[in-house]
C-alpha cells in the first residue's frame, strides 16, 4: 500500500509542478506542501540515497549555495538544488520530488540544499546531511523567527539529531561556534586572520556581545563586521578557535570582485596538490561575500575537490537571483540586492559607499509575513553612512507597503528630502530611475523578499530573464 501511495502522490506531484510551471508560476512549494499531506515523511523516503549538502545560517545561504553549486559544476557532478530559494520543509521537499522517478528514485545522487535555519530543526526529522554549512546568526525577522538565541538552539537541537553530518562553521561567529562546543562531530572552521582586514570600521549593533556561557562582555583581537572577529571571554575562556580555512589577506575589494589570500590546513588538501597558501578572485564584491566564499571553499576541501578547480569557480561565479544579481540596459547596470536585517544592509550600503560612480538607488520595503511584518529593525541600519556618497546619488527612490516608513528613516539619516521620491508601482519604479541615466552609471534595487518577487516578475519581461526559479 505504502508503495502505490508514494508512487500516486509523486505523480500527482509531477502533474501539479508542470501545471504551474505552464501558467509561469513557481510551483516551487505548493506540491511538496501536498505531498506532506498526503503521504507524510515523504521526504525521508525519496531523499534517503542522495549524498546531501546542506547550507544554512541567517545571511549568505543563497550567494554560498551557488558558489558551491558552481564548484560542483566544475568537476562535473550531476547534483539537485534548490535554486528558487524555497528553503522551508514544502520547497525542499519539491525539489527532491521533481528529481525522483515515480518509484521514488534518482539518476542523481547528491544534493545542494539551501535551508532556513528557522526551519533546520522540523527538516532534520527527515534529512540527514552529509556536510552542514552554517554561515552565521544574526537577528533577522524576529516576529517571525523569535529571538536569535531561540533559532540557535532549534539549529543545535536539528544537529544533536543527526549521526554523520560533518561541520563547516563560521569560526567569527562566537554563535555558530557553539554549535560545537558539545558535539563530537568533525568540525571545519573558516575564518579570517587578525591582520586579514585592518579596515573594519566600529561595529554596529552586534547581536552576540556577551558570552553565551557565563554572560561576561567579549574582547576581539580583530573585528571584521558585526560581532564577527577573534572573540574572547577572559570570563570562563571561550574563544575563536583556530582555523583550517583562513583568509589571510583582503588585497582588494572593488566594486566587482574581490582578491584575497587565504592558506588551508595541510590535512584537508588532496595529496597532490603540495601547498597550502592560495590567491583568489572571488567574482563577488563586498566583504561579506569573503565569508561566503571561505565556506564554500572550506566544503570544496571536504569534498577533496582539488583547489584549481575551487579557484576557477570563485573566479567565474555569476551573481544569482536577487543577490548583487546584475541586469545590463544597454550601456547602464541595475543591480538587485536583496535587504533583509540590519547586518546584512549595513554591509549593502558598505558596498554602495564604495562605488565611485554616479547611482541611483531603490529601497522597496514590504512587511508581509516573508519579509517580517516588523519593520522597526530600519531603524538599526546605519543609513547615516549615505552622507558619504551624496553626491554621486542622482536619484533616491521608496517603495513597497512601507515606503513611507523608509521615506521617513532616510530623512533621519540626513539625507535630502527632496531628492526622495515615492513610486508605488514597481513598473513606474524602474521605468523612471533607467530614464535620463547615463553611460556607465548603475540603477540599485533593493528590496525585501516579496517586493523582490514582484519586482523580479517586471524586470523579467522586460529583460527577458529566468524564471527565478531556474
Same mark, same amino acid.
Not at 7 to 29: A, E, V, Y
Not at 76 to 101: C, D, H, K, P, W
Not at 207 to 227: E, F, I, M, P, R
Given at each position: ?52 549538502? /546542506? ?74 546531511? !552529509? ?185 567565474? #561565479? ?12 544597454? !550601456? ?30 531603490? #529601497? ?15 531603524? !538599526? ?15 533616491? #527612490? ?7 516608513? /523608509? ?8 539625507? !535630502? ?54
Amino acid at each position: 500500500m505504502k508503495g502505490i501511495k508514494l508512487t500516486s502522490t509523486i505523480l500527482l506531484s509531477k502533474i501539479i509542478i508542470k501545471g504551474l510551471r505552464m501558467i509561469k508560476r513557481g510551483g516551487t512549494s505548493l506540491p511538496g506542501k501536498i505531498a506532506n499531506k498526503l503521504c507524510p515523511g515523504i521526504l525521508k523516503d525519496i531523499a534517503s540515497n542522495f549524498y546531501i549538502i /546542506m547550507v544554512t545560517g541567517t545571511n549568505g545561504k543563497t550567494t554560498t549555495s551557488r558558489i558551491i553549486e558552481q564548484i560542483l559544476k566544475e568537476t562535473g557532478t550531476s547534483y539537485i538544488a534548490n535554486r528558487s530559494g524555497a528553503n522551508l520543509l514544502s520547497g525542499i521537499t519539491t525539489t527532491f520530488l521533481q528529481s525522483v522517478n515515480l518509484h521514488g528514485r534518482s539518476s542523481v545522487s547528491t544534493a545542494l540544499i539551501e535551508i532556513d535555519e528557522a526551519a533546520f530543526k522540523a527538516v532534520t526529522v527527515f534529512l540527514e546531511p !552529509d556536510i552542514l554549512v552554517v554561515t552565521n546568526f544574526f537577528r533577522d525577522q524576529l516576529d517571525r523567527y523569535g529571538e536569535l538565541y531561540s533559532t540557535l538552539k532549534d539549529v543545535a537541537a536539528g544537529i544533536s539529531k543527526t549521526r554523520k553530518t560533518r561541520l563547516i562553521l563560521n569560526a567569527d561567529d562566537s554563535l555558530c561556534v557553539s554549535l560545537a562546543r558539545d558535539s563530537q562531530k568533525s568540525v571545519i572552521y573558516y575564518g579570517f586572520a587578525p591582520e586579514a582586514y585592518l579596515d573594519a570600521k566600529a561595529s554596529e549593533n552586534a547581536d552576540a556581545s556577551y558570552c553565551l556561557y557565563c554572560q561576561t562582555k567579549y574582547t576581539y583581537t580583530n573585528k571584521v563586521y558585526g560581532h564577527l572577529g577573534g572573540f574572547a571571554c577572559p570570563g570562563c575562556g571561550y574563544r575563536k578557535p583556530d582555523c583550517h580555512v583562513v583568509c589571510t589577506q583582503v588585497e582588494a575589494i572593488t566594486g566587482s570582485h574581490s582578491v584575497i589570500r587565504f592558506t588551508v590546513d595541510d590535512g584537508l588538501l588532496p595529496s597532490c596538490d603540495g601547498r597550502n597558501a592560495y590567491t583568489a578572485k572571488i567574482n563577488l564584491p563586498g566583504l561579506y561575500n569573503i565569508y561566503n566564499s571561505l565556506a564554500a571553499i572550506s566544503c570544496g576541501v571536504s569534498l577533496g575537490i582539488s583547489m584549481d578547480k575551487i579557484l576557477y569557480a570563485l573566479a567565474s #561565479f555569476e551573481n544569482g537571483f536577487g543577490r548583487m544579481e546584475t541586469i545590463k540596459a544597454r !550601456d547602464r547596470e541595475l543591480k538587485v540586492i536583496l535587504v533583509k536585517n540590519p547586518a546584512g544592509f549595513n554591509q549593502v550600503l558598505d558596498y554602495l559607499v564604495t562605488d565611485e560612480q554616479t547611482m541611483r538607488l531603490a #529601497f522597496a520595503i514590504n512587511d508581509n509575513l516573508a519579509d517580517g511584518t516588523d519593520v522597526s529593525w530600519l531603524w !538599526d541600519v546605519n543609513f547615516e553612512k549615505l552622507s558619504a556618497a551624496a553626491e554621486r546619488i542622482d536619484g533616491l #527612490f521608496v517603495s513597497g507597503i512601507r515606503a513611507e516608513d /523608509m521615506a521617513l528613516r532616510l530623512k533621519y539619516a540626513g539625507l !535630502d528630502t527632496k531628492k526622495i521620491e515615492l513610486i508605488k508601482d514597481y513598473g513606474a519604479l524602474i521605468e523612471k530611475g533607467l530614464s535620463s541615466m547615463k553611460e556607465g552609471e548603475t540603477f540599485y534595487l533593493l528590496p525585501t523578499y516579496t517586493a523582490l518577487l514582484d519586482m523580479r516578475k517586471f524586470l523579467k519581461k522586460k529583460f527577458n530573464l529566468k524564471e527565478f526559479w531556474q
